[in-house]
């Protein structure tokens, strides 16, 4: 059998983008283009009530001041895609006078140069009538709303009375701050107008929708509007929605009647592009004294913008993580004066976990179990919200394999009970886990007379390796070798696609090119069939097979005929395309989830408070691995974001203006290579026949759950001090 899935191919990009082949959206430069610069807003809330434009649009260079007085009214279609909130309205930019948010784009200048554009927009003039922002939801003023969402709350059993009466409880509120993206590339869009038809090369992990967002936006059919993205240099959520500056580059390039490139600045993607919302949480539980849990509270405060309302799965996991018979979530959101927040790596869950698995770490030091053994006590056999059984659940195997791999039994029980020298060392574990998400596909197929193929889906690569991840999945369901297959991806004339992220791009876009290749092969077949110098010619379907990527007839010894000879008498290529989604009947019997186990040491400078994570193991079982050599960079790509998540993350804004203090990389700390650990993934064997017909489960998003709780876990082993916040800071270990 060619084999091909499950080896560890390096990247089929990799020379392309070592080299300064791959293009990026702003790479995409056009004959005759201009030049845009976001006007950004200084304050908070209020409006626009003057805008002193005359003598800049008499500067060198500058070719037009755009702002809410002079741009064109746009219809703003009702567009509600996957990804964005089901309730309320997306920012109409530069359509009236309103300042919601700082930053909010206010106006737009275009010049023949970037040099020209930034000189212009920083000279440009502007009078608010500001008022003060409400940008703090810890503020007890502030009022919280249910969100107009299925699930904001959940009940089984009587969990108030349950955490009351049980013998062992814990109670505690934790703070998760708010993040920002920061990906490598920052957001960039070049708008092209050819009479009513638009192209958009836009850093985009959604082409589909981004098409559909603009179409909306100007009123066009979504034919008229192409997009185009084959490479994307980071995003890990940021680039999912439409966001205002694709608008603004569109209008621009309309208004001048020339293509117009527009780039984002680090500090401009603090704004409007989206950030991880800062959560309160509340979780209590109850248990007996063998730690059986009895009763399990999670209540959860997310931010929203006013305009709309973005919800995430703060307190899904909690639902279905461990056996208990009486569980409540709660669910509320805190519209606040900011712009609306956006999917994150590991949405809701992350944030969520972290107050989960904290409390039920300090639970099994209450009860002096070891946090492993609490968890396996607790083991559920069903998805208990549900009633429903899982598709598979390995987390216990999980946790024995990284439990081993780390050398757990090495860890004393008491907390401050471990040293190297002069520093404190500290372990923690931590559970992860994501739902194992499917969406319909769809995917096109290729095949040439010589022998190769061609595939082509609207999918995107952000960096987890897509275009190799693809290749093989096609390669092994033709009989081809990776070689002969092109993998094509980046641009809405491809077959529709779902979003990149979520952890389902494998689990949706592979399936349906597994599709796509068994229907180019039976095309194939049945145009052996009906050639009459054949060897199967006048066979029946049922009675040939395809082996190696030849076609033969069954119990038939001989070579058979492979494409490049189905091919060559016509010459003319076989095209096929195949769809996928989840079977309908799966997805009503069984609860479909990955799960895993994070494990972490830490060492603590008890005079200074400095925190080094040493090392991070993490064993994960997600079904089948396409490639493991790509999910081992997925999993140390998402330890080293939460690590960012537990120690350094966080953007601050300033109560008087709600500007981000930190929107540059100086004050907004991240992990980089000197902070990286030693690391470690690894991955039970796990099948799933019923979460889609390649038995993936996606890796992208539980690759960075668990990882923030493990390392707290592990600092109040190290300290005895237990930090509920996030990030975990140097004042939080120094004081008391």
């Not at 505690?172 to 993206?181: I, P, S, T, V």
């Not at 060392?425 to 931590?430: H, K, L, S, V």
């Not at 540059?664 to 690894?682: G, S, T």
Request: proline share 6%; aromatic share 6%.
């Amino acid at each position: 059998m060619n084999v091909i899935v499950g080896k560890p191919l390096t990247r089929v990009d990799g020379r392309a983008k070592v080299t300064g082949g791959a293009q990026y959206a702003a790479d995409f430069n056009q004959p005759g283009q201009l030049y845009a610069v976001i006007v950004s807003a200084t304050v908070g809330l209020g409006r626009v009530s003057e805008i002193r434009s005359a003598n800049i649009e008499a500067m060198p260079g500058v070719a037009a001041v755009i702002t809410h007085s002079n741009a064109p009214k746009l219809p703003y279609l009702l567009h509600k895609g996957v990804i964005d909130p089901a309730v309320g309205e997306r920012l109409h930019v530069l359509q009236d006078d309103a300042v919601r948010f700082f930053g909010q784009p206010v106006a737009i200048v275009v010049a023949d140069s970037l040099d020209h554009a930034e000189h212009a927009a920083a000279a440009l003039r502007i009078i608010y009538d500001a008022r003060r922002p409400v940008v703090d939801h810890a503020d007890p003023d502030v009022a919280r709303i249910i969100p107009d969402a299925a699930g904001a709350d959940r009940s089984r059993g009587d969990a108030d009375a349950a955490v009351a009466e049980a013998a062992v409880t814990v109670d505690e509120h934790y703070d998760m701050a708010r993040e920002n993206h920061n990906p490598m590339e920052p957001h960039a869009t070049i708008a092209a107008w050819n009479g009513d038809r638009l192209t958009l090369w836009s850093k985009s992990q959604f082409l589909m929708n981004e098409q559909a967002e603009i179409a909306a936006i100007f009123g066009l059919p979504a034919e008229s509007v192409e997009v185009i993205c084959p490479f994307i240099g980071g995003a890990f959520g940021t680039s999912l929605r439409t966001w205002p500056h694709v608008t603004l580059a569109a209008l621009a390039a309309k208004h001048v009647q020339r293509p117009v490139k527009l780039v984002l600045t680090r500090k401009q993607m603090f704004f409007t592009t989206g950030h991880r919302p800062r959560s309160l949480q509340r979780v209590a539980l109850g248990a007996t004294q063998e730690g059986k849990l009895t009763g399990v509270i999670h209540e959860g405060t997310g931010e929203t913008s006013r305009y709309e309302q973005f919800t995430e799965a703060l307190t899904a996991v909690t639902d279905y993580l461990y056996s208990c018979p009486n569980v409540r979530t709660q669910y509320r959101l805190a519209p606040l004066d900011t712009g609306t927040p956006n999917h994150m790596r590991g949405p809701g869950e992350a944030s969520g976990i972290f107050a989960l698995e904290s409390a039920l770490d300090e639970l099994s030091y209450k009860l002096g179990i070891d946090p492993i053994e609490l968890r396996r006590r607790n083991e559920p056999q069903i998805d208990e919200a549900e009633n429903k059984p899982f598709s598979s659940r390995s987390l216990i195997h999980c946790y024995e394999l990284g439990a081993e791999r780390f050398g757990w039994s090495r860890k004393t029980p008491e907390p401050r009970s471990m040293r190297d020298g002069r520093l404190l060392i500290g372990m923690g574990t931590a559970t992860a886990t994501y739902p194992a998400f499917h969406a319909p596909s769809n995917a096109r197929v290729r095949l040439l007379a010589d022998g190769t193929a061609e595939v082509e889906a609207a999918a995107s690569d952000m960096g987890p390796g897509t275009y190799t991840s693809m290749t093989q999945v096609a390669a092994e369901f033709l009989g081809l070798q990776p070689a002969q297959v092109r993998f094509r991806l980046g641009t809405t004339d491809f077959p529709p696609t779902p979003s990149h992220g979520g952890s389902w791009t494998m689990t949706s876009v592979g399936s349906a090119i597994r599709a796509a290749c068994l229907e180019a092969q039976f095309q194939a077949a049945k145009r052996a069939i009906a050639d009459n110098g054949s060897p199967v010619f006048g066979a029946s379907i049922d009675t040939i097979e395809w082996a190696e990527g030849r076609l033969r007839r069954r119990a038939d010894a001989s070579a058979g005929l492979s494409y490049q000879e189905i091919l060559a008498k016509t010459g003319d290529p076989i095209e096929a395309e195949g769809s996928a989604q989840r079977d309908p009947e799966a997805a009503e019997r069984y609860s479909m989830h990955s799960f895993g186990a994070v494990f972490a040491e830490v060492s603590i400078d008890p005079d200074v408070g400095t925190i080094r994570v040493r090392r991070l193991v993490g064993a994960y079982g997600i079904g089948r691995v396409v490639n493991p050599l790509l999910a081992r960079s997925q999993c140390t790509g998402g330890m080293i974001g939460g690590m960012g998540m537990a120690l350094m993350e966080r953007t601050v804004l300033d109560a008087r203006d709600g500007r981000p203090v930190n929107a540059h990389m100086a004050d907004y700390l991240m992990p980089v290579n000197l902070d990286a650990p030693e690391m470690e993934a690894l991955f039970v064997d796990e099948i799933d026949p019923h979460v889609n017909p390649l038995g993936v489960k996606g890796l992208g998003e539980i690759a960075l759950v668990g990882t923030a709780p493990a390392i707290a876990n592990a600092v109040f082993h190290a300290t005895g001090k237990r930090v509920r916040t996030q990030p975990i800071k140097i004042e939080d270990i120094l004081t008391a």
